[in-house]
T-cell receptor, first 112, second 114 residues
Framework: KQEVTQIPAALSVPEGENLVLNCSFT??????LQWFRQDPGKGLTSLLL?????REQTSGRLNASLDKSSGRSTLYIAASQPGDSATYLC???????????FGQGTTLQVKP | SQTIHQWPATLVQPVGSPLSLECTVE??????LYWYRQAAGRGLQLLFY??????ISSEVPQNLSASRPQDRQFILSSKKLLLSDSGFYLC?????????????FGDGTRLSIL
């Protein structure tokens, strides 16, 4: 059974720091891994999708990596800003129907 | 552009009452559709998904059901709500073609059971 874990559960950093969020999964047989952002009381916004054959994806200040063999992904945020404050969720795609299994999320606070 | 709508945004219902949450997608055809629940202190749990009209797959045994009467409409229902049905319900869609398509979420419905 696939399980997804995100550590730490919460993180607080000063503005301008580079930071890394971690995601691990137990079964390497995945189709893809997705990173989402969730603002309080809101739905999820897709940030990056890494296909199982890829090693990383980049979008602006965000870079996500995938190491299937070790069951790990990281989301790197460069030059963090207060507007980056949110909960970040990773999810693994486990079938060709697009089903996702989510981690519990890391709540990030970037202090001005 | 594609948009996804969920309503209502918030709902307070007594135990034992029925439920109907609606989700519609615009700007795309034949999407995959998903219902998730996010309970307090827990992660997102997939409840149902659908790859076509009338095709519903349930992921967990529960007090809820789902229907897809039209291509871009997904409905979550219950005949009698339980306290444990409280939570934040999210609908999502993805392009059906290809397995590596991101999911796009609605703004959710916060359901409180009294």
């Amino acid at each position: 059974k696939q399980e997804v874990t995100q550590i730490p559960a919460a993180l607080s950093v000063p503005e301008g720091e580079n930071l890394v969020l971690n995601c691990s999964f137990t079964d390497s047989a995945i189709y893809n891994l997705q990173w989402f952002r969730q603002d309080p009381g809101k739905g999820l916004t897709s940030l990056l999708l890494i296909q199982s054959s890829q090693r990383e994806q980049t979008s602006g200040r965000l870079n996500a990596s995938l190491d299937k063999s070790s069951g790990r992904s990281t989301l790197y945020i460069a030059a963090s800003q207060p507007g980056d404050s949110a909960t970040y969720l990773c999810a693994v795609g486990t079938s060709n129907t697009g089903k996702l299994i989510f981690g519990q999320g890391t709540t990030l606070q970037v202090k001005p | 552009s594609q948009t996804i709508h969920q309503w209502p945004a918030t709902l307070v219902q007594p135990v034992g009452s029925p439920l109907s949450l609606e989700c519609t997608v615009e700007g795309t055809s034949n999407p995959n559709l998903y219902w998730y629940r996010q309970a307090a202190g827990r992660g997102l749990q997939l409840l149902f998904y659908s790859v076509g009209i009338g095709q519903i797959s349930s992921e967990v045994p529960q007090n809820l059901s789902a229907s897809r009467p039209q291509d871009r409409q997904f409905i979550l229902s219950s005949k009698k709500l339980l306290l444990s049905d409280s939570g934040f319900y999210l609908c999502a869609w993805s392009v059906r073609q290809g397995v590596n398509q991101p999911q796009h979420f609605g703004d959710g419905t916060r359901l409180s059971i009294l």
